[in-house]
């Protein structure tokens, strides 16, 4: 057990103990600290939690959108004084054994959090990310590379480059993010937040390197430091590490002009006097034909627990399903298509929410306001039911209970978001973890006093005036003014020299350039790589989880059982084949799979049925799985050479469930709550109706709008399906569920009102075809739970009016009926371009690999991982200026894939790719490089789950035929790897990748020589 060592006012290594909270919610001990002679502040949740995690914090407020923040934050991490590298961060993504590693810029502080389940690495990782925030190197080279700078480009024309500069071009090009600033800075206009602390594009140019500068040294001293901490790593042991590293070495005071309380007030914001109105222009991203509207308000500051769980609560009844009653109202208002996002942030100093719609006709922007208010007066005069405040109340029980990961990383980082709220906004950081003890007095007071929850909607609603009204007008031209801006202000800069001073002005932009480009092509010395510790494959203990899974039978249905620790709470996933539909109706699937557990059932309409699911269950959502084999596994069951129908059926003989295409309904509840649930659930798929044209077609357009607004959210996925989607069966079909193709499906049906019965029809056909086709059920519970999920689950079983049983058999096809539904009118064997109005694009490779026995596999990944993380990220990232580059290998499907992110020029990349693989031999590696690529890849296929992920993992392993065995010997194939192995590896992918195919989205350009498609926005 892990006890805390120190006592109130002690004072340990020059650290003075100001608090020591119990923290029994999280298990924890909340010890709060204070360097006495530097200032910097420590908080340790000190537990039993093996996956230790810290975070340097700097409150670092804007004073204008020139993206000073965000600039550092990346810049830091580019070298140090005792890390002298040019980017010690990818280093550490290489060759560490971390569960999470990253930075993030709020609009009022940085953060550098990481964590590890190893207590050396965890060491590591401190080390050089101390020596980054507090001895950054900070070079000219580095501004210009992470910044901004002028360049040439082919064409002899100057454009604006930088790391930052493109991201953020990529950030004002997304309507959603364009909106969510616009809210933050409407909101906030008397404050730092009126100032985008990301950057703004038109801004970024006019930071000088000597502001960048002076902005370290006024917030990055140890005087205005947060340091979090969180694990079972003793807290005398860290401080030891801390003092003797960082602060021992701190010989400086803050800044001269550094005065916390003047800081304080950058973040103060007033409240209104009356609401605001403004109006905006923003991109096209959707078919949408009107504005998008959003109402947002702010309350007080975020250190008000009360107020914060209040608002979570209201937001929760009001809008947290579909039909909460000001959900439906909206839907069924006829004022706009549908709701977009939600602006509830907990990162500002005040608690800031609201809500947005599309669709909104020109002139009923005010209407929409005004029916806003009609509709939570009559809430309040109807009075909420009792149905709505439970399912409101179980949704939060259900949130607060459920043990899950966060942001890709271990949950202390929810945790570490919480304490930061309080922490930097002068409050103890124990205060704001908790919630139990707020919300259970939320409850009480709704048991004792019936006008309380009407009370909450009038005092942070109806009587708010410190809100806003925004529209932001889709408008045809955006991404042409934006251009013309960033066109003026280089036109502007040139013509500020004097005339006789442009040949050296632009001679000068050319060298500089030159001097960048040597500086990022240096490779980096063996002495000065050396220096960033790390562990090798020989220190690693090898970890190697056994899947627990077990296989029984209910009345002849296939049901497989996870026991796992989830707090009380039962994941239930039935399983239905969707293989037996012919190819053409995969287009119709995953709007099957998204409108499946949103329409009403049991003759209740879709506002009852959803109150009915949201009272009883925690979420209630369908999916598509796609699931595929390894070729070893092929190999190994005797049909390696089969193919097509044949393939199918000889895997339907040997296992009904390998191998197969399925649709997922998923529910998780409260233990307590699972007959209640389970009955939901058999019910919902029995009795769905799919009559109700008009929800039908509501769901319809929300479902375009948002498959069009993915492409600038989650575009990198779009070319990477689509650059591989003809290399195997399963590529196809993620295509066609949701790639370029299904956008291209969805938008050239006619389903208007008129023609809404035929999608009714089709639906309905597809679910007859499915639920009568049987279906297989995975659990995850702790005992009880599970014995309680069978038992409900036989009686719902034997009910159940359709085929039961083992799975039906596939429908036999050749694997081409599906390649060819991926045909797009005006696409091309090698390269497709699609036209998205956008400022940065997203370019990706896709080819198939020669070897494919299981070491070569393994090999190969191996080689993908050393890819992004070193050519890729120096060649695309560093000197090409995308925000992301990355390969990855697809072991099932033997498929290599290449991406970029935020990518200023998509064909560039290409050529810089296919440089890199034609010159593969000239990048080098050694053996001690060798040891950290195995280390690091090693950390990236063993990374901690939640319980309730381990145990679906383990599930969808088994619909993938990899069993123990496999995951054993391809992890010690890693660990054994020798460098030859990798090099012979990379030849014959080198060689693989001339026949690869590429897919970019970016904007029409009449410099590039492709065929344009159009995306059918």
């Not at 009480?444 to 529209?471: F, H, Q, V």
């Not at 790589?529 to 002849?556: A, M, R, W, Y």
């Not at 200023?904 to 693989?917: A, L, Q, T």
């Not at 660990?975 to 690869?996: F, Y």
Request: glycine fraction near 4%.
């Amino acid at each position: 057990m892990t006890q805390n060592e120190l006592k109130l006012n002690e004072v340990y290594n020059g650290f003075k103990v100001v608090d020591i909270s119990e923290i029994s919610e999280y298990k924890s001990v909340g010890i709060l600290l204070k360097h006495e002679i530097t200032g910097l502040e420590v908080f340790h949740m000190l537990n039993e939690d093996e996956e230790n995690l810290f975070s340097f914090g700097f409150k670092t407020p804007s004073s204008d959108s020139k993206g000073t923040a965000h600039i550092i934050e990346h810049s830091v991490l580019c070298g140090s004084k005792n890390y002298p590298l040019k980017d010690p961060f990818i280093k550490l993504s290489n060759q560490s054994m971390h569960t999470f590693l990253n930075a993030m810029t709020f609009p009022d502080k940085t953060l550098y959090p990481a964590s590890s389940t190893e207590e050396v690495d965890y060491f590591n990782l401190m080390a050089v990310y101390g020596d980054a925030v507090f001895f950054p190197l900070l070079t000219k080279e580095t501004f210009m590379q992470e910044a901004h700078r002028l360049e040439f480009d082919k064409n002899g024309k100057l454009n604006f480059q930088g790391v930052v500069f493109n991201e953020m071009k990529g950030d004002y090009s997304g309507l959603s993010n364009l909106i969510h600033t616009y809210v933050i800075e409407s909101l906030f206009e008397d404050s730092s937040y009126a100032h985008d602390s990301g950057g703004n594009p038109f801004y970024i140019p006019d930071l000088t390197y000597e502001e960048f500068i002076e902005f370290h040294k006024f917030y990055y001293h140890p005087s205005n430091c947060k340091l979090f901490l969180y694990g079972n790593i003793s807290t005398k042991k860290q401080l030891d590490f801390i003092n003797e590293k960082f602060l021992s070495k701190i010989t400086e005071k803050s800044h001269p002009e550094f005065d916390v309380n003047k800081i304080e007030k950058m973040t103060f914001s007033k409240k209104f006097d009356s609401p605001k109105y403004i109006t905006k222009i923003g991109p096209i991203e959707n078919s949408s034909k009107g504005s998008n509207v959003v109402l947002a308000w702010k309350s007080n500051e975020i250190t008000n627990q009360l107020e914060l769980m209040e608002l979570i609560l209201i937001f929760e009844i009001l809008l947290g399903h579909d039909g909460a009653p000001l959900y439906r109202a909206i839907l069924q208002s006829g004022l706009c298509e549908d709701l977009s996002n939600s602006y509830f942030s907990t990162a500002l100093r005040y608690i800031m929410y609201g809500f947005g719609v599309r669709g909104v006709k020109k002139g009923k922007e005010k209407l929409f306001e005004k029916f806003i208010f009609e509709q939570l007066n009559k809430i309040i005069k109807d009075g909420i039911s009792q149905d709505e405040i439970e399912s409101a109340l179980m949704s939060q029980d259900f949130s607060n209970r459920e043990i899950r990961r966060a942001s890709g990383g271990p949950y202390s980082l929810v945790l570490m978001q919480r304490a930061y709220r309080n922490w930097m906004n002068g409050s103890n950081p124990a205060g704001s973890i908790s919630c139990n003890e707020v919300f259970n007095k939320i409850k009480e007071n709704i048991k004792t006093n019936k006008d309380y929850l009407n009370s909450l909607i009038e005092k942070y609603l109806l009587n708010n005036n410190s809100r806003i009204c925004l529209t932001v007008i889709p408008d045809k031209k955006y991404n042409k003014k934006f251009d013309k801006i960033l066109k003026n202000k280089i036109d502007l800069i040139c013509k500020s020299v004097p005339k006789k001073e442009r040949k050296s002005f632009f001679e000068k932009i050319k060298a500089d350039t030159n001097k960048l480009n040597e500086f990022q092509k240096t490779p980096e010395t063996p002495e000065n790589c050396n220096l960033i510790p790390h562990l090798t494959s020989k220190d690693i203990k090898v970890k190697f989880e056994k899947s627990t899974i077990e296989k029984s039978e209910i009345l002849g249905v296939d049901i497989y059982e996870n026991k796992e620790n989830v707090n009380g709470i039962v994941y239930i996933n039935l399983c239905f084949p969707i293989d037996l539909l012919e190819p053409k109706d995969y287009f119709f699937l995953s709007f099957y799979a998204d409108v499946l557990t949103n329409l009403g059932f049991d003759g209740k309409s879709w506002i009852e049925s959803s109150l009915i699911s949201t009272k009883c269950t925690g979420d209630f959502t369908s999916t598509i799985i796609n699931s595929s084999c390894p070729k070893s596994f092929y190999e190994k069951i005797g049909c390696k050479d089969l193919k097509d129908a044949q393939l199918m059926e000889y895997l339907y003989k040997y296992d009904p469930n390998i191998a197969r295409n399925w649709l997922v309904v998923r529910i998780k509840m409260l233990e307590e709550k699972t007959e209640e649930a389970v009955k939901m659930l058999f019910s919902a798929i029995k009795t769905v109706d799919f009559s109700d044209t008009e929800r039908l077609s509501d769901l319809l357009t929300e479902y375009t709008n948002d498959l069009c607004s993915s492409i600038t959210s989650m575009g990198y996925n779009y070319p990477s399906m689509r650059a591989s989607c003809k290399m195997s069966k399963n590529n196809a079909i993620d295509e066609i569920l949701c790639g370029v193709s299904q956008l291209f499906a969805i938008k050239s049906q006619d389903f208007s009102k008129q023609n809404i019965k035929s999608l009714q029809s089709k639906l309905e056909q597809i679910h007859k075809t499915i639920i009568d086709s049987g279906f297989i059920v995975h659990l995850v519970a702790e005992e009880s739970g599970l014995e309680k999920a069978k038992s409900c689950l036989k009686q719902q079983i034997q009910e159940f009016p359709c085929y039961k049983g083992k799975v039906k058999p596939p429908f036999m096809c050749s694997d081409d009926e599906f390649y060819k539904l991926t045909e797009i009118q005006g696409d091309s064997e090698q390269l497709e371009h699609f036209v998205f109005p956008t400022q940065v694009g997203i370019y990706a490779q896709a080819f198939s690999t020669s070897l494919t026995d299981v070491k070569s596999n393994v090999y190969t990944s191996l080689f993908a991982h050393w890819l992004s993380n070193t050519v890729l990220w120096e060649q695309l990232r560093t000197i090409g200026g995308c925000y992301g580059a990355h390969s990855s290998f697809d072991m099932q499907d033997n498929v290599f894939n290449i991406s970029t992110y935020r990518d200023p020029n998509p064909y560039k990349s290409k050529e810089i790719v296919k440089n890199i693989f034609e010159n593969i031999d000239n990048w080098g590696i050694d053996e001690t490089e060798f040891e950290r690529i195995k280390t690091g890849f090693y950390s990236k296929i063993t990374q901690p789950k939640a319980p309730s992920a381990k145990g679906f993992i383990q599930f969808r392993r088994i619909l993938y035929g990899i069993d123990d065995e496999y995951r054993f010997n391809n992890t010690k194939l890693v660990l054994e790897a020798s460098i030859d192995n990798l090099i012979d590896n990379a030849k014959s992918i080198c060689q693989d990748s001339k026949t690869s195919k590429s897919a970019i989205i970016f904007t029409k350009n009449e410099d590039f020589t492709s065929k344009f498609i159009n995306l059918p926005l």
